[in-house]
């Protein structure tokens, strides 16, 4: 491993090291970049206070107010099991109620989007500046 690094260095000269290792860079950045917005965060602030995945819809009402927007809708998950002579199958289907809460803190503050599955809180998402 070392040898294959020595050689690395003696083949280029400095210049195009410097290039490859720039253009490495660039490309690391580039990925980060496009990374950074499908991320979404564990906490969102409410004036002083604080909410984080795992907490129920009552304590972030009680923490952070109605919000400006509520959509419904349920998701069906679940899977079908066969035994591979077809003298069994097992259907396994849970039906989950889903809300969307987004809050708009004002002019100017990302707006947020709060998913809940069942009551719990499972995603935070920043959306777009109001305006």
Not at 76 to 87: A, D, E, M, Q, Y
Not at 101 to 115: A, H, K
Request: neutral net charge; hydrophobic residues 35%; glycine residues 6%.
């Amino acid at each position: 491993m070392f040898m294959a690094h020595w050689r690395f260095h003696a083949i280029l000269s400095r210049p195009e090291r410097n290039r490859l290792l720039g253009f490495r860079n660039l490309v690391l950045l580039v990925l980060l970049m496009q990374a950074g917005p499908a991320l979404s965060t564990s906490t969102m602030r409410c004036g002083h206070n604080i909410v984080e995945l795992g907490d129920d819809t009552y304590k972030v009402l009680e923490t952070c107010g109605e919000p400006a927007s509520i959509y419904h809708r349920t998701k069906i998950v679940g899977s079908t099991l066969h035994h591979p002579r077809r003298t069994l199958d097992i259907e396994e289907y849970e039906e989950i109620q889903v809300e969307e809460w987004v809050y708009d803190f004002g002019r100017n503050r990302i707006r947020q989007s709060l998913l809940f599955e069942n009551g719990r809180m499972v995603e935070i998402n920043d959306l777009k500046r109001s305006r």
